[in-house]
């Protein structure tokens, strides 16, 4: 096999759905923290959660978890507005701060919950190992990871739509510029807080989903993401989308391509530290440019 | 008589983690009460101080780093130095920006050490963990060795809760809370509000350091689990939060209060067999965080409130 | 019937000392009022009260013969009260258009009326209709926050101070388009630095002087009041 397609297939492609990943879980915090002012940190949870559920499904009706996702997604949602209206909703007036003390609470609670529910068993999808469909006689591509990307492009063409052509995404994104001005405005701001946690809860739980297909269920998949999250989320700039999306695509790559043996024969970083590859990252944007790349704010 | 000594142990050994968290409670009173930092690594920290000062004191066993053999009073300050370190870093580098940056950073440092002591077998031993750690007074007969090493931590917390209550009283205490409670006007004062706010990170991240030294010491083991978020940096926030944040008291009763009810409850959850005995313990975790809400949302001074001075309306 | 009154209104931020002192201002239909008054005399924060934005420690809000004191801002909005903040009166993210239709939020039926009403008046605004609001001048940005304003043909119309920062060709500009929009019915309320020019647009003015009613007449007394012209006509 040529070189070009050992880098295409065991350091591209994997790069490509990390990003996805990545990227989902990113536009959620991101439109978060742009719209309620806060880093939630219960977001991994959330992807977790999503995860979960879908097992759900796959186990009892023996589907494709493509065919669960749309189900988790909504299931998710739904338990992110009951979180909102039970837990983050008594502080929308006050300091925004002791929200980030909830919603690490949530992190924990949802995490508890998921342990007492499915248990502490790693879990996962599908029993045995499925053919990489092959093309061009090497390039080997994983069925499951043609589904990730393609599933995350559509998504975030969704995202598109729906931010730029629907009334209420147009409303979102004006109160993530100025809440004071949205409010004089007229806009009513709890709906699109409820439309925000809907966004961001469903794209999270298909990031989820994502994540245990393409390896397995551990409980604790989704707190392990939150820090690349985060860090996708500043590189794009807070309460930018788009820039969530990118910061989350270029995250992903960049911990996967950091192993590849650019320099020499050996890995120029090793495997067992490319989750470090987005703290670094992070660390440097929040020296040099906290405002992210696309110009997010700093708060 | 064995009955006797068996609840004279379990109560030696509830003080003393009570003690502990309590060490570490004054250390997030100290960054959360009193500066407004927001810390959710504080298991990154605790982490940090009880590798340190595994590795500083433990005898050679050529499964990793260490066998140096010191004595237990500078692994301790070896473990404060440590976290201290670390702390600064993060510090300087978050410290002008909101809290929720700085807590984000916080939980990288967490994610950090989780991978390199996944990765770094040769200093770590890896998931297998470093055991054997000595403690101090071991050798004394009975009850007496774990009797004295409560009276130890015990003693280190009265130590810490004078020095801190004296240093709040003192003009750098009150310049702390004139930041805390307004900012600009601190600043307009001419106070350096970066450099104050970085000794509070800096201190209270040494203190979870030590809580951590202390915790290997005592059980004569640290994991990798030391960095898992739900126990250390979970537990702690809530007892610190139910106690009261923003005075000393209120961070060492909630430490006492969450601790024995966390211990008690696992008398009940301990009944419980084959998969349910994995499943019911989180449920415990669960109940807790539910406190942590109800107390955010309905008590959100704690058990023992903040005597704020004449004038001003509560911390949020 | 008075369009909009505020009677004897004392109102601060949270708790603490309230900036307004007894303050009573009222709209007359077809009216244009200004208040003036030096740097920290309350000029805006009137404006805010109407909005449910400040603690009101006393005083009432009318609209016409309805009270809306103490509510919120979305509320008032629907009302047809429409405000114009100084400053980051714009979504700078979003383009032109999708600020004016912010404006119009309340809506749901087709915006394209209105969206051409309001072009017709700012035409410079068509043609960056797609543009980022940030990324326009500062004149045409207070446009936008005109428009953005009209989109739901107010019934009452309240500025704040819409030409502070921009050159004096601008503000002549807006002050003309002001004179426009009244002429075509709408009540208009507004705060200004600019004394001497929005006393000579407006019906009648008030005077603030800290937080409390110092002066009123019709624009032209006041221009004429030797006190008012020392205070703040430059003499």
């Known amino acids: 096999m040529g070189d070009l397609l050992i880098f295409v297939n065991f350091y591209l492609l994997p790069g490509l759905v990390l990003g996805s990943i990545y990227a989902l879980g990113a536009i959620g915090v991101s439109l978060v923290f742009g719209i309620l002012r806060f880093a939630h940190f219960a977001h991994g949870d959330m992807m977790t959660l999503g995860a979960y559920l879908a097992l759900t499904v796959v186990a009892v009706t023996g589907a494709n978890p493509m065919l669960a996702l749309p189900l988790a997604m909504i299931g998710t949602a739904i338990i992110a507005l009951g979180i909102d209206r039970w837990f983050y909703k008594p502080f929308h007036d006050k300091s925004t701060i002791v929200l980030v003390i909830a919603s690490f609470g949530i992190a924990l609670m949802l995490r508890s919950l998921i342990r007492v529910i499915w248990g502490v068993e790693i879990e996962s999808y599908s029993v045995g190992i499925s053919r990489p469909l092959v093309f061009f006689d090497s390039l080997r591509i994983a069925e499951r990871h043609i589904w990730i990307i393609g599933s995350t492009v559509v998504l975030m063409l969704i995202v598109h739509w729906l931010l730029t052509r629907t009334r209420t995404g147009k409303a979102m994104r004006a109160v993530s510029d100025s809440p004071e001005l949205a409010r004089l405005t007229g806009i009513p701001t709890e709906r699109v807080i409820k439309a925000t946690w809907m966004l961001g809860a469903a794209l999270a739980a298909a990031a989820g989903v994502f994540v245990g297909w393409d390896t397995q269920l551990q409980t604790t998949m989704g707190w392990n993401l939150l820090l690349p999250i985060f860090a996708s989320a500043i590189l794009g700039g807070i309460g930018r989308p788009y820039g969530a999306m990118a910061g989350g695509m270029v995250i992903g790559l960049a911990e996967e391509l950091s192993t590849y043996p650019w320099i020499g024969t050996e890995p120029l970083l090793s495997p067992g530290y490319k989750t470090g590859i987005a703290f670094a990252i992070m660390v440097v944007m929040l020296i040099w440019r906290p405002a992210g790349l696309l110009r997010g704010r700093v708060y | 008589m064995d009955q006797f000594i068996g609840i004279l142990n379990y109560l030696i050994f509830l003080i003393t983690m009570a003690g502990i968290y309590g060490v570490m409670a004054l250390g997030l009173n100290l960054q959360w009460g009193l500066t407004g930092l927001f810390n959710i690594g504080v298991a990154g920290f605790f982490a940090i101080g009880a590798y340190v000062s595994a590795i500083m004191t433990t005898a050679e066993t050529g499964k990793h780093l260490g066998g140096y053999g010191m004595p237990f009073a500078l692994g301790l300050v070896a473990a404060m130095i440590a976290s201290g370190i670390i702390a600064w870093g993060i510090g300087r580098i978050c410290i002008r920006l909101r809290s929720d940056y700085l807590a984000i950073a916080t939980i990288g440092i967490a994610e950090i050490l989780r991978l390199i002591l996944k990765n770094e077998g040769w200093a770590t031993n890896g998931a297998r963990g470093i055991s054997n750690i000595p403690r101090p007074f071991e050798t004394l007969p009975g009850s007496l060795a774990p009797l004295s090493y409560m009276i130890l931590v015990l003693a280190l917390v009265a130590v810490l809760y004078w020095f801190l209550e004296r240093g709040q009283k003192a003009p750098w205490g009150r310049v702390m809370r004139a930041i805390r409670d307004n900012e600009p006007a601190a600043r307009a004062a001419g106070k350096n509000v970066e450099r104050f706010r970085i000794e509070a990170f800096i201190i209270g991240s040494a203190l979870m350091g030590l809580g951590g030294a202390l915790t290997a010491h005592f059980i004569k083991f640290v994991g990798p689990e030391a960095t898992d978020p739900l126990m250390t940096t979970f537990l702690l926030w809530v007892m610190l939060i139910v106690g009261g944040s923003g005075n000393n008291v209120g961070a060492l009763v909630g430490a006492g209060v969450i601790w024995t009810a966390w211990s008690a409850t696992e008398l009940i959850t301990a009944r419980f067999t084959g998969d349910w005995a994995v499943r019911v313990p989180f449920l415990r975790l669960f109940l807790i965080g539910l406190i942590l809400q109800i107390v955010l949302q309905k008590f959100s001074r704690g058990i023992v409130p903040e005597k704020l001075p004449e004038g001003r309306s509560e911390v949020d | ?235």
Request: a negative charge; hydrophobic letters at 40%; glycine letters at 12%.
């Open chain 3, 1 to 235: 019937m008075t369009v909009l009154t505020l009677r004897g209104v004392t109102a601060g931020y949270g708790d603490d000392a309230p900036i307004l002192h007894d303050v009573s201002l009222d709209l007359q239909p077809g009216e244009v009022v200004a208040i003036i008054g030096p740097n920290g005399a309350g000029k805006s924060t009137a404006m805010k009260a109407v909005f449910g934005l400040l603690h009101l420690h006393g005083g009432q809000v009318w609209l016409g013969d309805e009270e809306i004191t103490g509510e919120p801002p979305e509320r008032v909005v629907a009302r047809g009260v429409c405000f114009v903040p100084q400053t980051e009166n714009v979504f700078p993210n979003l383009t032109v258009q999708e600020n004016l239709e912010m404006g119009a939020y309340i809506l749901t039926g087709p915006l394209d009326d209105r969206l051409d009403h309001v072009y017709g008046l700012f035409p410079p605004l068509l043609e960056k209709r797609n543009q980022a609001a940030g990324t326009l001048s500062g004149g045409q940005r207070q446009m936008v926050a005109l428009g953005r304003a009209l989109m739901l043909d107010p019934k009452v119309l309240m500025l704040d101070e819409p030409t502070a920062g921009l050159s004096p060709a601008y503000a002549q500009q807006i002050f003309e388009l002001i004179g426009r929009i009244n002429g075509a019915g709408t009540p208009i309320m507004m705060v200004e630095q600019n004394a001497r020019q929005a006393l000579s647009v407006a019906h009648r003015g008030y005077v603030l002087v800290d937080g409390r009613n110092r002066h009123q007449g019709t624009g032209a007394d006041l221009i004429a009041d030797p006190e008012v012209a020392r205070m703040f006509l430059g003499g």
